[in-house]
Structures are given as structure tokens and as C-alpha cells.
């Protein structure tokens, strides 16, 4: 069941609406006070300009989805090609595309051009952001993976931060594969599941969500319904 005061098990919100995610821009973390006067901190993300720019039909490409454009940008900023593109399908220019699966009788909902809010989402539902986290280059394994490091004695010199042994006897006589070692840290994409939706501003176009998502301010997001939460609610649970 749900949690008391809370909304619902990752439910959708789309009522007429036939599209299940929303492109939208990190713009940072502030802090918000509940009715019962607890402190919730929350990420706030920009889906303002989202629009429809693209349809894909199992007719024509064998699947059934909804292009998502986010963020103006003039012509000359786009190749000719994604211009032409854009032009082709009648649709307004947008920086971001993003694809989302969809049934053919939720695509039959909306139209080229038509604008997608953020009341998709609703107050207390649960969703799942993806993003680009922070790219911090070259790292050893204790900011990489935590290792606790080298205990420091008498007689050790320059091993406080080295990964100790990574290797075997003759046999095998090599490094596993995956093994966690130093390397490039961060830049890669990541899903936080299970956040929950604090609260929805239509009319500014801001998502609230509980807790940090991957990625810097100002950095694309992508934002869907929580998966998790949906198979438990099939369940029954």
C-alpha cells in the first residue's frame, strides 16, 4: 500500500496524454517544507519546452513511438540534416530528441507540435531519472571504489592509497576481467529509480523530485514512471 499522505505506487498520470516520459533539464537542488513541517530535499527539473517531434508507427518502423524535442534552438545551430528533419515532419526546432516507446492508441493521443507539461507527473507519484553523471576523470580505486587503503606502519613507504595485490600464482596467471582498478571515473549513464515526486508546477514547468539525481546542474535528464513500482503494483503489493 501506499505510504500514508503519499500518492501511488508508480501510477500514471497520463489521462489524455498518451506519451510515458519527459525530457527536462537539471537546474538544481533546494529544499522543501511538507505539511507536517519535515524538511525534503529536492532536485528541481526544467520540462518546459518539451514537445512532440516525431512519431514512429509499426506500419512504417516496425514499432510504435513518440519523438520528445526539448529546448529552442535556432537553425543554424542544428546540421542541415536534423534541420531538414525537423522541417520534413512539420515539427517546431528542438536541441534534445528523445524517443519513448508507446502503444499506437497512446501515440494516436497527440499530434506533431503538440506541447507535452509537466502535469504528466503527478504529486507523489514515483519515477525513475536517468542521466549523465559528473565526469571526474583519472581515479585511483579508494575515490573509484572505496577501498580503505594501506594500513600506514613502520616501514611503509608511498602504499597508503595502492590497490594491494590484483593478480594470482601461475594459475592463472592473469587478472580477472572486471577487476576494480584505477581508472576513468564518473561520465557515464546512470538511472536513479524510485524517486518520488514532491511536487508539480505546470504553469512554470518544474518537476520536484525527493533526493539527488545523477548529472551537473544544467545537464540533460530524462524522467519516466518507476518501473519497480508499477511491476509491484501489478502484483497487488
Known amino acids: 500500500m501506499s505510504p500514508p499522505g503519499r500518492g501511488h505506487w508508480g501510477a500514471r498520470n497520463t489521462g489524455a496524454i498518451g506519451v510515458n516520459g519527459l525530457i527536462g533539464r537539471k537546474v538544481g537542488m533546494t529544499q522543501v517544507f511538507l505539511e507536517d513541517g519535515a524538511r525534503v530535499p529536492v532536485t528541481v527539473i526544467d520540462v518546459s519546452s518539451c514537445t512532440v ?3 514512429r508507427t509499426p506500419e512504417k518502423d516496425k514499432y510504435s513511438a513518440l ?11 542544428l546540421t542541415k540534416a536534423r534541420a531538414g528533419a525537423f522541417k520534413s515532419a512539420g515539427a517546431p526546432l528542438r536541441r534534445h530528441v528523445k524517443e519513448f516507446r508507446v502503444t499506437p492508441e497512446e501515440a494516436a493521443k497527440l499530434n506533431i507540435g503538440d506541447a507535452v507539461k509537466a502535469d504528466l507527473f503527478s504529486k507523489g507519484q514515483w519515477v525513475d531519472v536517468t542521466g549523465t553523471t559528473k565526469g571526474r576523470g583519472f581515479q585511483g580505486v579508494i575515490k573509484r571504489w572505496s577501498f580503505a587503503g594501506f594500513k600506514e606502519s613502520h616501514g611503509t613507504h608511498e602504499y597508503r592509497r595502492h590497490p594491494g595485490a590484483v593478480g594470482q600464482r601461475k594459475t592463472p596467471g592473469r587478472v580477472y576481467p572486471n577487476k576494480k582498478m584505477p581508472g576513468r571515473y564518473g561520465g557515464e549513464q ?3 529509480q524510485n524517486l518520488e515526486v514532491i511536487e508539480v508546477d505546470a504553469e512554470k514547468g518544474f518537476v520536484l523530485v525527493k533526493g539527488a539525481i545523477p548529472g ?10 518507476a518501473v519497480k513500482q508499477a511491476i509491484r503494483a501489478a502484483r497487488g503489493q
Open 53 to 55: 517531434v516525431g512519431k
Open 216 to 225: 551537473h546542474n544544467e545537464s540533460i535528464v530524462y524522467l519516466r514512471p
Open 190 to 192: 546512470v538511472t536513479t
Open 67 to 77: 519523438a520528445l524535442g526539448f529546448g529552442e534552438v535556432k537553425e543554424k545551430s
